[in-house]
């Protein structure tokens, strides 16, 4: 993935990070944290299904390139099935876009049938894309993705692993 899509690797490296801080600080077992771990590094594997020219699209993206790109997370967890031992990771990786009010995808899950780990994943992942520059928007300040974050807390985001994040996060640290 990192070959078609250079920033990828240090993306995920920085999630996984955060993700195994927080994961700690909610009490997850040791196999959740390595489960959540694996997750975070492989979470848009299945980024590798989605096309270039939409991948690498200059611009946002239609109606129709959204739908594919939507596909990411069914395309991740599908390749991470067919690896002995990583159907747990699988697992989060599928539900790493799901909305904690039930309005994300690809299954509309909602509050606690969204696996922790995903729920974690869900809000490092989101903080990470509003702190890196895109083509159609500028990178966010460091406090104003947290305020966003804060502000989603309860409808796209677990409140609680929004509140461990803003406790862990230390501002000067990324």
């Known amino acids: 993935l990192e070959t078609r899509d250079l920033s990828t690797g240090e993306h995920c490296r920085q999630i996984t990070r ?16 390595q489960a959540i771990r694996r997750a975070a590094l492989l ?3 299945g980024k590798i299904g989605i096309p270039d020219s939409i991948l690498h699209k200059p611009g946002l993206l239609n109606d129709r390139e959204w739908a594919v790109m939507k596909q990411h997370p069914e395309i991740g967890a599908r390749i991470l ?14 539900a790493h876009h799901e909305r ?8 509309g899950l909602q509050g606690d049938e969204i696996p922790v780990g995903a729920r974690i994943l869900g809000v490092v992942d ?3 894309a509003m702190i890196t520059n895109r ?23 677990d409140p609680l692993v929004v509140n461990s994040f803003v406790k862990l996060f230390d501002l000067t640290s990324v």
């Open 18 to 33: 955060l993700t195994e801080r927080i994961a700690i600080d909610l009490g997850c077992s040791f196999h959740e944290i």
């Open 81 to 94: 099935r067919m690896i002995a031992g990583l159907s747990d990771v699988a697992r989060l990786v599928l």
């Open 126 to 128: 989101a903080f990470g």
């Open 43 to 45: 979470h848009d594997i």
């Open 100 to 107: 904690y009010d039930g309005s994300g995808y690809p299954l």
């Open 135 to 157: 083509v159609y928007r500028p990178a966010r300040s460091l406090s104003d993705a947290v305020d966003e974050l804060q502000r989603c807390a309860g409808k796209d985001f």
